[in-house]
T-cell receptor, first 114, second 115 residues
Framework: AQSVTQLGSHVSVSEGALVLLRCNYS??????LFWYVQYPNQGLQLLLK??????LVKGINGFEAEFKKSETSFHLTKPSAHMSDAAEYFC????????????FGAGTRLFVKA | DTAVSQTPKYLVTQMGNDKSIKCEQN?????MYWYKQDSKKFLKIMFS???????INETVPNRFSPKSPDKAHLNLHINSLELGDSAVYFC??????????????FGPGTRLLVL
C-alpha cells in the first residue's frame, strides 16, 4: 500500500523568504514521487517528479525537491517566494503495486505575504 | 489549444437528477482518469481507462458510470444525484498507465453543485 502525508495544511511565508513544503511517503515498492500545483479555479499541473534518477529534482518556477529514502521524504523548496506562488500544492506517490495508481496527499495551501 | 478540456465548467442541479460531464484530450495519450476533489481539496481517484478499457474502479457508488467511446474521450454520467456528490470533478490524462512515472495532465475541472 502507498500513502502520502503532507505536514501542514497551510503554510504562510513572506515574499522573498524560503518556501518549504513537507511531504512524507509510505511505499512497499520503489516509489515515483510528484509535486503538483493547483492555482485557484484551475486543474493541477506538474511542478516536478522523481523517477529514480537524480535524487535532487528541479522543476518549474524555481522549485526543487530532494528524495531522501532514509527519511521517506520528498520536501519541496524554493529559495525565494513570489506572490505568484500562492496556490495549493499536492504531493503524490505512485509505484508498481500490481498496477499503478497515483495517491495524492491532502494538499498544502501556500500563502505569500507582501 | 487546450490539452484536456471538460464541459460543462459549472453544473448546478437538483437532487435526483441525472447529469453527464464530458472530457476530451488532444495529447494522444492512452490513459484517462476521473478524480473527485471535495470541499477540503482532497483529491481521490474514481476511475481510470487505458485505451478504452476500464483499469481502475475505486469504491464509487454505481450511480457513477464512466464511458469511453474512444481513447481521446472519457465521459462521466451520474444518476440520481445526491447532495454529497457536490464537488469538483477533474479529468486527467497520461501517456501510459503501465509506466507509473508518467505525468498526469488535468482539465480545468467541473464544479458540480447539487441542491
Amino acid at each position: 500500500a502507498q500513502s502520502v502525508t503532507q505536514l501542514g495544511s497551510h503554510v504562510s511565508v513572506s515574499e522573498g523568504a524560503l518556501v518549504l513544503l513537507r511531504c512524507n511517503y509510505s511505499s512497499s515498492v520503489p516509489p515515483y514521487l510528484f509535486w503538483y500545483v493547483q492555482y485557484p479555479n484551475q486543474g493541477l499541473q506538474l511542478l516536478l517528479k522523481y523517477t529514480s534518477a537524480a535524487t535532487l529534482v528541479k522543476g518549474i518556477n524555481g522549485f526543487e525537491a530532494e528524495f531522501k529514502k532514509s527519511e521517506t521524504s520528498f520536501h519541496l523548496t524554493k529559495p525565494s517566494a513570489h506572490m505568484s506562488d500562492a496556490a495549493e500544492y499536492f504531493c503524490a506517490v505512485s509505484g508498481n503495486t500490481g498496477g499503478f495508481k497515483t495517491i495524492f496527499g491532502a494538499g498544502t495551501r501556500l500563502f505569500v505575504k507582501a | 489549444d487546450t490539452a484536456v478540456s471538460q464541459t460543462p465548467k459549472y453544473l448546478v442541479t437538483q437532487m435526483g437528477n441525472d447529469k453527464s460531464i464530458k472530457c476530451e484530450q488532444n495529447l494522444g495519450h492512452d490513459t484517462m482518469y476521473w478524480y473527485k476533489q471535495d470541499s477540503k481539496k482532497f483529491l481521490k481517484i474514481m476511475f481510470s481507462y487505458n485505451n478504452k478499457e476500464l483499469i481502475i474502479n475505486e469504491t464509487v457508488p454505481n450511480r457513477f458510470s464512466p464511458k469511453s467511446p474512444d481513447k481521446a474521450h472519457l465521459n462521466l454520467h451520474i444518476n440520481s444525484l445526491e447532495l454529497g456528490d457536490s464537488a469538483v470533478y477533474f479529468c486527467a490524462s497520461s501517456l501510459d498507465l503501465a509506466r507509473g512515472q508518467e505525468t498526469q495532465y488535468f482539465g480545468p475541472g467541473t464544479r458540480l453543485l447539487v441542491l
